[in-house]
């Protein structure tokens, strides 16, 4: 099966962008292919590779970006969501900035798509 994540969450204020991650590398142990990580809305931030957790927590965005690199994700950050965060290019590492048609592309070739937020 071929899944599209769609996370909406913050990474440091609520468990779904973590969630989504112990999801994602289920569905790949299982045999499963992402066709596609969309971070959105105040899931942005689980691209940045500004954030710095504090040492008894899990760093969610590094996880993502090396999960994402590891595995060949193609991931996306939506831009309009990004820039009002202040997340540009130079600060995403490993995972694009692009619009909502990746989304939507991403939906249309999957057959589940699954939101965290």
Same mark, same amino acid.
């Given at each position: 099966m071929k899944f599209a994540l769609l996370i909406t969450a913050a990474p440091f204020s609520t468990q779904g962008a973590e969630t989504a991650l112990r999801f994602a590398r289920a569905a790949l142990s299982n045999g499963h292919s992402i066709e596609r990580v969309f971070f959105f809305r105040d899931g942005v931030h689980n691209a940045s590779t500004f954030a710095v957790a504090p040492q008894d927590e899990a760093n969610v965005p590094t996880a993502w970006q090396q999960f994402c690199e590891?595995? !060949?994700?193609?991931?996306?950050?939506?831009? *309009? !969501? !990004? @820039?009002?965060?202040?997340?540009?290019? *130079?600060?995403?590492?490993?995972? *694009?900035?692009?619009? @909502?048609g990746l989304l939507t592309d991403a939906i249309i070739n999957a057959d589940r798509v699954l939101t965290f937020g």
């Open positions: 590891a595995q !060949a994700i193609d991931a996306v950050v939506c831009v *309009s !969501a !990004a @820039l009002k965060r202040g997340i540009v290019d *130079s600060n995403v590492g490993n995972i *694009s900035i692009a619009g @909502l």
